[in-house]
């Protein structure tokens, strides 16, 4: 027995693909210029664009370079490690007196300071021997905090500390090595006190001067008397004109004469004998 055959209609997907649907070569070149220009004007368009912003920023660049010209660069970071001693470069001494004349009997005022300026924390010595104050005339060397200065005082500085201000009183009396006592005191005249740091080269402050005063002149007493420009005493009186001394006691008279003569009585007569 045959089976009826039945007439169905093809699936989609069974259809035969043409070649209507797929572009042609053409087309797809036409799409691969338009793509390409198009990237072309995009390329283009980036570096106009920053063309435009460099020549707009480059004179705010070129202020910026001018303005840090005066500057000086920051310290530059050491590495880390244990502090080691301070260095010239990284202190910063001072020196100020109290007046820039002193007159006779008084003591001078000096006031020092230190700071730290360097890049890492470093050692230095805060005491009198080591933060020393010299005093000079001229070139010699009158007195120094040194010689009688007291014992090491470490102070481990970071940057920007200070140690405070610390005032030194010298009483114009010179010093020596080991603080003999009993110095002699210095003179008048003009005098440089610097600040220094033992034991570390060039680190020494801007010197400052100031000048001791001489005493004033004696005034003389009004109660004395003046001796008259022939430098006789005037206590002693006037020899008389003549030469003639004066009489114990007696003043010569004003005008240098003698006195007169004391009058002698007349001389006793004798009797006449008898029958004379």
């Known amino acids: ?59 705010l660049l070129a202020g910026d370079e001018t303005a840090q010209e005066g500057k000086s660069p920051p310290p530059t970071p050491e590495a880390a490690g244990p502090p080691q001693d301070c260095t010239a470069a990284s202190l910063e001494l001072g020196v100020t007196t109290s007046a820039a004349e002193y007159e006779p009997g008084r003591a001078v005022q000096l006031s020092v300071t230190l700071r730290q300026s360097g890049g890492r924390p470093c050692l230095v010595d805060g005491s009198d021997a080591g933060r020393q104050v010299q005093i000079y005339s001229g070139d010699e060397l009158v007195w120094s905090s040194a010689h009688c200065g007291s014992t090491e005082r470490l102070l481990l500085m970071s940057t920007g500390d200070e140690d405070p201000s610390k005032l030194v009183r010298w009483d114009r009396h010179r010093s020596v090595e080991g603080c003999a006592p009993d110095q002699p005191e210095v003179g008048p005249g003009t005098y440089t006190a610097v600040l220094s740091i033992a034991g570390v080269e060039g680190a020494t402050s801007e010197p400052v001067t100031f000048t001791l005063l001489e005493p004033p002149a004696p005034t003389p007493d009004p109660a004395e008397p003046t001796a008259p420009a022939d430098g006789t005493d005037p206590a002693e009186g006037t020899a008389p004109a003549d030469g003639t001394a004066p009489a114990d006691g007696a003043t010569p008279p004003a005008d240098g004469t003698a006195p007169p003569a004391e009058e002698t009585a007349p001389a006793e007569t004798t009797p006449p004998a008898d029958g004379a």
């Open 1 to 59: 027995m045959s089976t009826p055959r039945t007439s169905r209609a093809p699936r989609p997907s069974d259809r035969p693909r043409t070649g209507r649907d797929d572009p042609s070569r053409g087309a797809l070149l036409r799409r691969r210029l338009v793509a390409l220009a198009l990237l072309v004007g995009l390329v283009v368009g980036l570096v106009l664009l920053g063309q435009v912003v460099v020549r707009a920023v480059q004179p």
